[in-house]
């Protein structure tokens, strides 16, 4: 694939996702669950993948940020709930995991924009997510439970490690450390895979989720990168290849949510930055090769068709998972390593 055919369809994953979009008056954006007519409005979860969306789309000129990030962000404000976000408008119960990825968007915004406002905003958001960590380690779910979850735990350590690169605070350090501990002790298993959680029963729940293995991945390059030691490189790369094969077993990362697979192998393209692999970059080629050729539904746009994986049976959230990952995929390598 060449660079002018991933922009293509960079250019047309997005083109796709904004049919999920609609304009409220002003210049909010209002994100839907699917196509605007009968679609209900997403949850923060999908909203922060359409934001991440965004984000990777900016610096190849997709979208800008006057006319498409900033209503977002004003959009955003409508899921406030005190100092977090809660999953829908008026909803006061705030899920640790939906806000660590929100800081990893403001975290990717800063990034790409060199806009410290979005790096502040994120640092705001971090101290809810320490509110969060249980004390044995581990970051809850959701407020009022007990269950340590590695969807909550893994973003939020890499946000607390991005945090770190920029502000050199060494609680940030101290708390991503505690969670990989946490991670490494109670959830990842014998083949060297990340489970779901931990109950307040203390039992696992074994299931194992591709974006379960990418946040990790993507935390321990960024404490390889915070000089943390050579060794989570080589933590980073055992992961990622057993996943590999993992999912490469019965049609696996076919049938997977799109969304995790984007999160996953956004996290696999950060660690090439550091320890280049064509193996790995090979398994997402082929990955977004498919998508392109068996699930794209030639009428929306929208990577639908084919048996591929979805999260909610609602295209939003997968759609803009993908439009992510095609867009990661145009990013100069030197760049990836600040993608997790």
């Known amino acids: 694939m060449t660079g002018a055919g991933f922009t293509r369809r960079s250019e047309a994953a997005w083109a796709a996702l904004t049919s999920c979009l609609a304009r409220a008056p002003g210049r909010q954006v209002v994100v839907k669950d699917g196509p605007r007519r009968g679609a209900s409005l997403a949850a923060l979860w999908p909203f922060g993948q359409v934001l991440a969306a965004a984000a ?6 997709l979208v800008d940020l006057d006319t498409t990030v900033a209503p977002l962000l004003h ?4 899921y406030r709930s005190a100092h977090g976000y809660g999953p829908f408008p008026g909803d006061h119960t705030r899920y640790y995991d939906d806000n660590a990825w929100i800081a990893l968007d403001l975290l990717q915004l800063a990034a790409v924009t060199g806009d410290e406002r979005y790096e502040t905003a994120a640092a ?25 979850h590695t969807c909550s735990t893994g973003p939020a350590a890499q946000v607390a490690l991005r945090l770190f690169l920029s502000s050199g605070e ?38 194992i989720w591709s974006y379960n293995q990418g946040t990790p991945i993507g935390a321990a390059a960024l404490l390889a990168r915070v000089g943390a030691g050579d060794d989570w490189l080589e933590h ?3 992961v990622a290849r057993a996943a590999d094969a993992h999912f490469a077993a019965d049609d696996g990362w076919w049938r997977q949510p799109p969304v995790f697979n984007a999160i996953h192998f956004r996290n696999v393209l950060a660690l090439l930055a550091q320890v280049p692999d064509d193996d790995l970059l090979l398994t997402i080629d082929r990955y977004l090769d498919r998508v392109w050729t068996e699930a794209r539904q030639p009428e929306t746009g929208l990577f639908v068709d084919g048996g591929i994986g979805s999260y909610d049976g ?14 990661f995929r145009i990013w100069p390598p030197e760049h990836w390593r600040d993608i997790c």
Do not use: C, H
């Not at 705001?124 to 340590?148: C, I, K, P, Y």
């Not at 993908?322 to 867009?327: E, T």
């Open 236 to 238: 980073a790369i055992r």
């Open 314 to 327: 609602r295209p939003t959230i997968d759609q803009a998972g993908l439009a992510q990952l095609f867009a």
């Open 170 to 207: 060494r609680r940030y350090l101290d708390f991503g450390l505690r969670q990989m501990r946490f991670l490494d002790e109670r959830l990842r298993d014998d083949a060297g895979l990340y489970r779901d959680n931990v109950g307040g029963d203390d039992e696992v729940e074994p299931t």
């Open 124 to 148: 705001e958001l971090f101290e809810f997510l320490e509110e969060g960590e249980a004390g044995d380690g581990g970051v809850r779910w959701m407020e009022g439970q007990t269950s340590r």
């Open 75 to 78: 959009a955003m404000e409508r």
């Open 56 to 61: 990777a789309a900016v610096p190849l000129g």
